[in-house]
């Protein structure tokens, strides 16, 4: 069974304050990691898709990497507007598959 | 614009009630997911439909839930009787044309069962 562990649950950052975010997975053979950004009474936002160990992509402030354990989204100078919840979700390869399986989340607060 | 439209936003019913939840992803592609959250369980897929055919169910909670997808641009989620820990977000998400694997959502129906 495919299983994603985020970490931390919750982080509290001041603007300017750099961190980064935690996405363990375990997978019978990935296809694809993806990070989400939510925010509050909205649908999740697709930010990143990564597929193979080593792969970095960036976004303004937000760089994702992949390992093949784990993935971080490091949040670079961190202003109040990145402030939501972020969600890693893995995708199995193999065949029509195209389910997500998603960890729960971390929220992210940046402080003014 | 995420390309799927959701209906209604915010549903309130009471216990035993039939709940209908519609989904339309403009983009008409041949992918259709449902997912549920909570605050305890997280994002779960509930069903996923291929050209219009259900291939994975096995996130539905039970017999109370069903959904169709009776064309490309539409789908139901229904839940008859309705019971208050169906309380939830649902959301239904759809991939664009040429891209099968990223999965883009709609706004999500927030459901309250009294």
């Known amino acids: 069974e495919d299983q994603v562990t985020q970490s931390p649950e919750a982080l509290r950052l001041q603007e300017g304050e750099s961190s980064s975010l935690n996405c363990s997975y375990t997978v019978s053979g990935l296809r694809g990691l993806f990070w989400y950004r939510q925010d509050p009474g909205k649908g999740p936002e697709f930010l990143f898709t990564l597929y193979s160990a080593g792969e970095e992509k960036e976004k303004e402030r937000l760089k994702a990497t992949l390992t093949k354990k784990e993935s971080f989204l490091h949040i670079t100078a961190p202003k109040p507007e990145d402030s939501a919840t972020y969600l890693c979700?893995?995708?199995?390869?193999?065949?029509?598959?195209?389910?997500?399986?998603f960890g729960k989340g971390t929220l992210l607060t940046v402080n003014p | 614009d995420a390309g799927v439209i959701q209906s209604p936003r915010h549903e309130v019913t009471e216990m035993g009630q039939e709940v209908t939840l519609r989904c339309k992803p403009i983009s008409g592609h041949d992918y259709l997911f449902w997912y549920r959250q909570t605050m305890m369980r997280g994002l779960e897929l509930l069903i996923y439909?291929?050209?219009?055919?259900?291939?994975?169910d096995s996130g539905m909670p039970e017999d109370r839930f069903s959904a169709k997808m009776p064309n490309a641009s539409f789908s139901t989620l229904k839940i008859q009787p309705s019971e208050p820990r169906d309380s939830a977000v649902y959301f239904c998400?759809?991939?664009?044309?040429?891209?099968?694997?990223?999965?883009?959502f709609g706004p999500g129906t927030r459901l309250l069962v009294l």
């Open positions: 998400a759809a991939p664009r044309l040429f891209s099968r694997e990223t999965q883009y």
């Open positions: 979700a893995v995708q199995a390869g193999g065949g029509s598959n195209y389910k997500l399986t």
């Open positions: 439909f291929n050209n219009n055919v259900p291939i994975d």
